[in-house]
């Protein structure tokens, strides 16, 4: 009997944290911070997205007016009033907080000290990151004391999972693998 080849799935399908991660990064592509751009992507504990959110201006902050200064006096630079991806990622989370519990986080930047406070609270339980390049502020040491006290685990994404590739919006492509 002839035996009918069997069709075998893709292999080169994105991972989980792949996915998750590519969303955290297209989330930051909304900003309209000049300097960064960061995104973050909420996922619960059985891999469904609960929220995104993105570094930018609070609600009724006109963007246009709104200072993106890294450098002068406090009240004229961004860090006196944007809200941080991993904060604005859970605030627009429209369900039962409830979901949070044992949920984890991605984000392309590793958190500062308010958004992990943010996280602690929230329960969210694992934090995934791609770039940890502040790592020697008090703000990402603190941010890890915290974690670490609190029980919330925290990675940097696997290197063989740091893939590159496009999208295109234009109709009938696909991914394309860099
Ligand atoms: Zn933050």
């Not at 004391?145 to 590739?165: A, P, S, W």
Request: hydrophobic share 30%; proline share 3%.
């Amino acid at each position: 009997m002839e035996q009918k080849k069997q069709i075998r799935k893709r292999k080169d399908y994105l991972s989980w944290d792949e996915y998750f991660m590519s969303i955290a990064k297209l989330t930051a592509a909304r900003s309209k911070d000049p300097n960064t751009q960061v995104g973050a992507c909420i996922v619960s504990s059985d891999n469904r997205v609960l929220s995104c959110g993105y570094n930018g201006a609070p609600n009724h902050f006109n963007d246009d007016s709104f200072p993106w200064n890294r450098e002068g006096e406090p009240l004229e630079t961004k860090y006196m009033f944007v809200c941080h991806a991993e904060a604005n990622a859970i605030d627009n989370f429209r369900g039962y907080k409830k979901e949070f519990e044992g949920a984890r986080i991605y984000v392309d930047l590793f958190p500062c000290n308010e958004c992990a406070k943010k996280i602690i609270q929230s329960g969210i339980q694992e934090v995934i990151y791609l770039s940890d390049k502040y790592s020697e502020s008090d703000s990402t040491k603190a941010s890890k004391i915290l974690f670490d006290t609190c029980g919330v685990k925290y990675r940097q994404m696997d290197k063989k999972h740091q893939k590159e590739f496009k999208i295109s919006l234009k109709p009938d492509t696909t991914i394309e693998y860099v």
